[in-house]
């Protein structure tokens, strides 16, 4: 039997998942630049980029939430079908 969704339509939490992954990516860049000075023995970089490290774990919170958001969609969907 043929699923009547298209490949490319658009679930509730596409964009959160997206989002995530731009911030996760962000916040890996920065974790790789504030460590990499500590790893090459030169002087650390301020307590700021630290926090921008942090992103990687926001991005990945943001990203599960944007796939918890599209299995209840599909739930709410799945319940309405039957």
Known sequence: MRDKTQANSAEPGDR???TGGI???V???ATLVTVAPLLLGKSPFPAYMFGLSMLMGVG???AAAGVLRTMAAQRRR???VQ
Do not use: D, Q
């Open 60 to 62: 990945f919170l943001i």
């Open 23 to 25: 911030v996760f990516f």
């Open 27 to 29: 916040g890996a860049v």
């Open 78 to 80: 799945a319940r309405s």
């Open 16 to 18: 959160l998942v997206r």
